[in-house]
């Protein structure tokens, strides 16, 4: 995990060095030095808030361009539902999909449609017994991260189970090699359509352990754009969709959790809204409840930074495309919901903690940079400008004790020893 | 005990939306020196049912914390009401929350009984009308 490959990088050309992301950034991973800001990988969780927050458009979520699907001789869509909000006057999935097969796509696998398998095995897993409650979800990436960064009893608490990018990515491959047999594996390309920067970066480090089998990820807004080229032109389109009431819910916050049948959940959205619910899981509240859903983005998935349409007006879209369908069209609730257990092949492995912020390995020697931080910070004039390149002034103490900064880039403390050093020369 | 760190915090009984603050700073501050996961976790949860308890009866107070590679130490005080009867202060279930408070789901009557568990030792020093000071100690191993 030490080279966590990111998604988010920065346009040096276009950074002015200004402190926007700098005080936004919810893990104070951006420290600006020589003018530019610099993303300390191993603290980034890939939220995308800096991509926000840039007001020169310095920050860029680095995916794959439509023309690279080309690469491959049978390339298949995997549209996230959130991209189904993201149209005006949408009354059926399927002219989204059939924009994909126009768009040059020789087929499309529904990401809601893995998700509804996903929200089967999570009613499943909260029946078995010995199973840490509450259980949170693992579909968001930043969330696990975070977790794994900060919350080393919470690790247990993690679905132990594959979000549904996986296991859409292996049943999309899965269908493309049993219709296509005389297909190299190499030349079906699998092509994930994402709502956010975070997703395009799991995809990349395969952070479960397992092979992630997606081997393009193209923005949302990119194909969005292209899509809604295409899309005027249609009739009528193929029936295509295979979607339920489910699988488009988990779009938007509330819509995977309300997917347990059972009101004993919470879901929150909004990094910042995120942490708080986090502390208060790890003070041990909330023992009553069972699910926890917790999305980076405002508004869950259709909040992510590559979406087009603000994630309010997406839910209320998808709110009505979903009336007349139905509940779920991946599960079989006839059978599977009793005494059925999750297949092993869909458990991942748990995740681990792997703590960022320590001082030191020796605890002698964290204990005297911990102390030396506090005088320090008692020096400093705590207005928290960022004028120095660091977040605040406590993490500013902690930049200069780590040795990564010098304490003479504070400008308000040089001001004030400047001007002592005029008064007594009078 | 030649190393020692303190950490000071005041304690805003008027911003119940503020409460447990103090202990989520400690919690950092706890990781940042590679304290073990377990000892992080109960440090965390004294403090922060004993600061909630100082919002909620006593309009705040003083916590301090004492850290050594040994022992952590948490001395919260206040100038509240005091407790008039300690041993039923600390039956679980006992609590003289108002309803306000208890509508946000605190005052379950767990707030002392927990400090107890996931301390070493428990001192309440308390005068009904001067107020309460309780001392926790957590040691490291």
């Known amino acids: ?426 | 005990m030649d190393e020692a760190l303190n950490f000071h915090y005041d304690v805003d009984g008027e911003n119940f939306t503020s409460a447990g603050n103090a202990s989520v700073q400690v919690k950092r501050k706890l990781r940042q020196l590679g304290f073990p996961p377990e000892l992080i976790k109960r440090v965390s949860i004294a403090m922060y049912e004993g600061e909630i308890n100082m919002v909620i009866h006593a309009n705040g107070g003083k916590a301090d914390v004492l850290v050594t590679p040994e022992v952590i130490t948490i001395v919260l005080a206040d100038e509240g009401p005091g407790i008039a009867d300690v041993a039923l202060a600390m039956r679980e279930g006992y609590s003289t929350a108002p309803d306000n408070v208890r509508s946000l789901g605190f005052g379950a009557g767990m707030g002392l009984p927990n400090m107890k568990r996931y301390t070493d030792s428990m001192d309440i020093q308390t005068k009904v009308g001067v107020g309460t000071t309780i001392t926790m100690t957590v040691r490291v191993s």
């Open chain 1, 1 to 426: 995990m030490n080279e966590y490959r990111h998604s988010v990088s920065l346009d040096t050309g276009k950074c002015k060095g200004c402190t926007h992301c700098l005080r936004r950034c919810p893990v104070e991973a951006i420290r600006i030095r020589d003018g530019k800001a610099h993303i300390d990988a191993k603290r980034c969780i890939d939220c995308g808030v800096c991509i926000d927050v840039c007001p020169h458009k310095a920050k860029k979520a680095t995916c794959d361009k439509l023309e690279d699907i080309k690469r491959f001789k049978y390339k298949v869509a995997l549209p996230a539902p959130s991209l189904y909000g993201q149209f005006d006057n949408l009354d059926d999935i399927d002219y989204v999909l059939q924009g994909l097969l126009d768009l040059g796509f020789d087929d499309v696998y529904e990401v809601s449609r893995a998700a509804e398998v996903i929200s089967g095995f999570t009613r499943l897993y909260l029946r078995k017994k010995d199973v840490k409650k509450p259980v949170i979800s693992s579909a968001c990436p930043v969330i696990v991260r975070l977790i794994s960064m900060r919350y080393p009893y919470l690790c247990e608490n993690i679905l132990p189970i594959m979000p549904p990018i996986d296991l859409a990515a292996q049943k999309a491959r899965e269908k493309a090699e049993a219709a296509h047999p005389e297909l190299d594996p190499e030349d079906i390309g699998i092509v994930f359509i994402s709502p956010c920067p975070a997703k395009a970066s799991y995809v990349k480090n395969n952070t479960n352990g397992d092979h992630v089998d997606v081997d393009l990820v193209l923005s949302m807004s990119d194909v969005y754009f292209e899509l809604i080229g295409v899309m005027k032109k249609k009739l009528s389109p193929l029936p295509i969709s295979r979607t339920g009431m489910i699988g488009v819910s988990w779009a938007s916050t509330g819509g995977e959790a309300s997917a347990i049948f059972n009101d004993k959940y919470l879901a929150a959205d909004g990094i910042e809204n995120v942490m708080r619910v986090l502390e208060q899981l790890d003070n041990g509240d909330f023992p009553f409840l069972e699910y926890i859903e917790l999305n980076a983005c405002p508004g869950g998935c259709v909040g992510g930074m590559l979406t087009v349409e603000n994630p309010y007006i997406a839910k209320a879209r998808l709110q009505s495309l979903k009336r007349y369908l139905p509940v779920s069209e991946n599960w079989d609730f006839r059978d599977s919901e009793d005494d059925c257990d999750v297949p092993d092949e869909f458990f991942t492995d748990p995740v681990e903690y792997a703590p960022v912020s320590r001082l030191s390995d020796n605890m002698s020697d964290a204990m005297r940079k911990m102390a030396r931080i506090q005088a320090l910070v008692e020096e400093l004039p705590g207005i928290d400008c960022g004028s120095c390149g660091s977040p605040t002034c406590a993490c500013f103490a902690e930049d200069v004790v780590r040795g990564l900064t010098d304490i003479n880039q504070c400008v308000v403390r040089m001001r004030k020893k400047l001007e002592e050093a005029e008064k007594s020369e009078k």
